[in-house]
Nanobody, 115 residues
Framework: QVQLVESGGGLVQAGGSLRLSCAAS????????MGWYRQAPGKQRELVAA???????NYADSVKGRFTISRDGAKRTVYLQMNSLKPEDTAVYYC?????????WGQGTQVTVSS
């Protein structure tokens, strides 16, 4: 089985920072992309940031310049550094890992940004 273990969520004030981590374990042999999605109450799940095995990154317009995604291929871990957090960043953040055939999801970690 494949497991994605997320950590780093929490409660911060606007302007603060958090760093999310997601470590993949199990029978994954050829990871293609790793990324983060988020879902706020009453809203659709949306892509926040993703990074490919080749190092290409993609960010939602709402987080460009504030968030940075990175990965450690040897550790099968993806990180999301979140700076200058805003209340509208409040959501459950989900780690996503993909190979060429399957997608795997973490359980989600809550990020709450207070005013």
């Amino acid at each position: 089985q494949v497991q994605l273990v997320e950590s780093g969520g929490g409660l911060v004030q606007a302007g603060g920072s958090l760093r999310l981590s997601c470590a993949a374990s199990g029978s994954i042999f050829s990871i293609n992309t790793m990324g983060w999605y988020r879902q706020a109450p009453g809203k659709q799940r949306e892509l926040v940031a993703a990074v490919t095995s080749g190092g290409s990154t993609n960010y939602a317009d709402s987080v460009k310049g504030r968030f940075t995604i990175s990965r450690d291929g040897a550790k099968r871990t993806v990180y999301l550094q979140m700076n200058s957090l805003k209340p509208e960043d409040t959501a459950v953040y989900y780690c996503n890992v993909r190979d060429y055939l399957n997608a795997y999801w973490g359980q989600g970690t809550q990020v709450t940004v207070s005013s």
